[in-house]
């Protein structure tokens, strides 16, 4: 048994105990408070020094903790199809910058130019891919330059530089061939043909036949097989996936409470159409400047995998649905397309030089006017020199890394400088500022290719690129002088079919009239 002494020390111990724990917690909340008071201190001088004002709209949320409403308002919207338009009509209701709350994150929407311009210029380094978008899309494409900032993007970069410098680009006789396979599945009796299938199983020929040096000829519905898998499954695999890393990326943080698809679980099905042929090109090629250098400068092979993804995203997926965009607005605007005709006519049916390409400006003002530059916009992080009508990645999300400005949106007026806290998310949506009728006029729906170099912001950068991002895509489009007519052959309005880009829902469904 405990003597009476015994037991007055161990009360006495509790005592000392109990008083460290009060003595900790007090000195926890008097930190917190501390913390706390001096960060809302610094943060009000800032707003002072800064000229900020309070957000001139605050979205009005119904559920201001979470802001389940618009998710589910946003999800409702993308399963109808009209999620680009269930966007802009909220810009409509609520202003060009507006503030609201997504899950547990502060957030900002914007389609001020001069905001865009401040996050991917003049203030980029207060500024990183945003974490939700990052956390749903690296599964599929890795520490890439879709995922990455800083030292890591600019590797991932630096690996892709050969893909796109003007000797590669500029050698048309690759894209050539495959689209004489193309013209072949095109039918001469004016019968209906849905372009858009034609054009992603074009663009994946040549994507991967100009990256790996082996094309998996979709338009003859391969089914070679060279290494562990054969084109046909690897066509198929790669839609799958794609798909997939789509609904990630849409459902950000709640990602994780679904199931995970298998084709993201392991290496990208990229890889194995890939790793029995890099050996082979290495030794192959013998040019000063080897485009596939990516599949060989890379220590393990992951990275490589990925790093295949995001190319085959870019060269694959972003112009099938330009040039289907494209040809969509065509088919309706018989004028643009006898003036575009005109000028490819004047090549006189010859495959066109790099410096032919650059001087066919309309062509060029048709692309800008139906779509936009995915590659600029993630590779090059430019301003926001994007194409007009559908574009083809019509939205993009950047997360605040400290305290910050955007020039506009605070203020009763909205042009008072708005304070950006870190860990805020800024969402701009570039499908809806291109529908701004004070920047680009009253008809912002209908197609005018001529528009652009009249808007003066949005000309100074806009053709900086376009010959080497998209180069073999002009000369795609060169070759409409082969048709004399086309026409819509379905009275759909154009309808978004929103993955990781964008097309049409319903397809190009057209009729062609081959040139005599």
């Known amino acids: 048994m405990l003597s009476i002494s015994s037991i007055s020390s161990l009360t006495a111990l509790n005592g000392i105990g109990l008083d460290v724990i009060v003595l900790a917690t007090a000195i926890s909340i008097c930190y917190f408070v501390f913390t706390n008071v001096k960060l809302y201190l610094t943060r009000r001088q800032f707003k002072k020094d800064n000229g900020c004002q309070s957000a001139q709209t605050k979205y009005p949320l119904k559920d201001p903790i979470f802001g389940t409403d618009l998710i589910l308002s946003t999800i409702k919207n993308a399963k109808n199809a009209r999620h680009l338009e269930g966007t802009a009509q909220r810009y409509e209701d609520h202003g060009t910058t507006f503030t609201s709350r997504l899950v547990n994150c502060p957030t900002v929407f914007t389609i001020e130019p001069e905001n865009v311009k401040t996050m991917l210029a003049t203030k980029f380094e207060d500024y990183r891919l945003s974490k939700i978008r990052v956390d749903a899309m690296r599964p599929v494409f890795g520490h890439g330059i879709f995922t990455t900032d800083g030292p890591i993007w600019k590797n991932s970069r630096a690996l892709l530089r050969p893909i796109f410098d003007k000797e590669s680009i500029s050698d048309l006789n690759l894209a050539e061939v495959h689209f004489q396979h193309l013209l072949r599945r095109l039918p001469r009796d004016g019968s209906t043909v849905d372009l858009q299938q034609l054009f992603f199983n074009f663009t994946m020929d040549t994507a991967t036949q100009f990256l790996f040096g082996h094309s998996v000829n979709t338009q003859f519905n391969s089914n070679n097989i060279s290494g562990p898998v054969s084109d046909a499954d690897f066509a198929e695999q790669y839609g799958l996936t794609q798909t997939e890393a789509s609904h990630m990326v849409r459902l950000g943080p709640l990602n994780r409470l679904r199931k995970q698809f298998s084709h993201i679980s392991i290496t990208s099905p990229t890889w194995r159409l890939k790793k029995p042929r890099i050996k082979r090109r290495g030794t192959a090629r013998k040019a000063k400047r080897d485009r ?33 965009n494209l040809f969509f607005m065509l088919a309706r605007y018989p004028d643009v397309f006898e003036k575009l005709r005109a000028e490819v006519m004047t090549l006189n049916g010859q495959l066109p030089s790099y410096d032919e390409l650059r001087n066919l400006k309309y062509l060029r003002q048709c692309i800008n006017e139906s779509t936009r530059r995915l590659f600029d916009l993630f590779v090059r992080k430019l301003t926001p020199t994007a194409l007009r009508i559908h574009p083809v990645a019509p939205a993009n999300t950047r997360e605040a890394v400290c305290d910050t400005v955007l020039p506009k949106g605070g203020g009763e007026d909205g042009e008072s400088p708005l304070f950006v806290k870190s860990g805020t998310q800024v969402l701009y949506s570039v499908y809806s500022m291109h529908r701004r009728k004070d920047i680009f006029g009253e008809d912002v729906e209908n197609f005018r290719p001529e528009r652009l170099p009249s808007v003066q912001w949005w000309s100074e950068n806009l053709f900086r690129s376009t010959i080497r991002t998209h180069g073999s895509l002009l000369c795609y489009c060169a070759n409409v002088a082969r048709i004399s007519k086309i026409e819509p052959r379905d009275d759909e309005e154009w309808k978004e079919a929103y993955t990781l880009v964008v097309c049409s829902q319903n397809g190009t469904q057209v009729s062609l009239t081959p040139a005599a």
């Open 292 to 324: 596939t250098a990516f599949l060989k400068n890379s220590p393990t092979l992951l990275p490589i995998a990925k790093s295949s993804e995001t190319n085959l995203l870019a060269g694959r997926d972003t112009t099938a649905s330009l040039l289907s």
